[in-house]
């Protein structure tokens, strides 16, 4: 079985362009994840949707930050414009279900490098 | 709101030698704690898991017992290898409602380094 495919794996920009991440969740996983990681520190929650809807977007900056799923599959974070703070890990994470006790399954994520 | 405290790293042993790395939470509703795994150049993968007090969840020789009267979740292995070697993740989720119902929260992350 497919794991979560994420790209790209890694992407380098200047400050103020646009940049998108593309993620596919595991084949039949309803609930999908966007979480940040910065350098020395655990994964924070950006987004979880539950097939196409957004369930939790309260950590997601929406001032330059946007996301959608699209027929509840794949899914794309950008951020326009992006900011040197931004250079992270950007990780997407998939579930069968929302519930507590599902194990999440993270892609090996995209390193944003913003100069 | 819910937070997971890990010790501070990195944790360096030689192989063969005894694991534990501690980790505390708190958490509002009733939590489910993981263990998360980060070799180098992959992503996060799960370790082992428990879902109730008391429940031991194991793996690659791995443990970790869910202890509520202490609200911890340490980590454990008995003779680690340098296969061993990354960064670990203790996590947990609650059945608390609203938006963080299901939302995995992470503590910092532990770097373990075993040398030969």
């Known amino acids: 079985e497919a794991g979560v495919v994420q790209s790209p794996r890694y992407k380098i920009i200047e400050k103020k362009q646009p940049v998108a991440f593309w993620c596919n969740p595991i084949s039949g996983h309803n609930t999908l994840y966007w979480y940040l990681q910065n350098l020395g520190q655990g994964p924070e929650l950006l987004i979880r949707y539950e097939n196409e809807e957004a369930v939790d977007d309260s950590q997601l900056p929406k001032d330059r930050f946007s996301a959608e799923r699209l027929k509840g599959v794949d899914s794309t974070l950008k951020i326009q414009p992006a900011e040197l703070g931004d250079s992270a890990v950007y990780l997407c994470?998939?579930?069968?279900?929302?519930?507590?006790?599902?194990?999440?399954?993270f892609g090996p994520g995209t390193r944003l490098t913003v100069l | 709101g819910n937070s997971v405290t890990q010790m501070e790293g990195p944790v360096t042993l030689s192989e063969e030698a005894f694991l534990t790395i501690n980790c505390t939470y708190t958490a509002t509703g009733y939590p489910s704690l993981f263990w998360y795994v980060q070799y180098p150049g992959e992503g996060l993968q799960l370790l082992l898991k428990?879902?109730?007090?008391?429940d031991k969840g194991s793996n690659k020789g791995f443990e970790a017992t869910y202890r509520k009267e202490t609200t911890s979740f340490h980590l454990e292995k008995g003779s680690v290898q340098v296969s061993d070697s990354a960064v670990y993740f203790c996590a947990l989720t609650t059945n608390a409602g609203g938006t963080s119902y299901g939302k995995l929260t992470f503590g910092q992350g532990t770097i373990l380094t075993v040398h030969p």
């Open positions: 428990a879902t109730k007090a008391d």
């Open positions: 994470a998939s579930s069968l279900g929302g519930i507590p006790t599902d194990t999440q399954y």
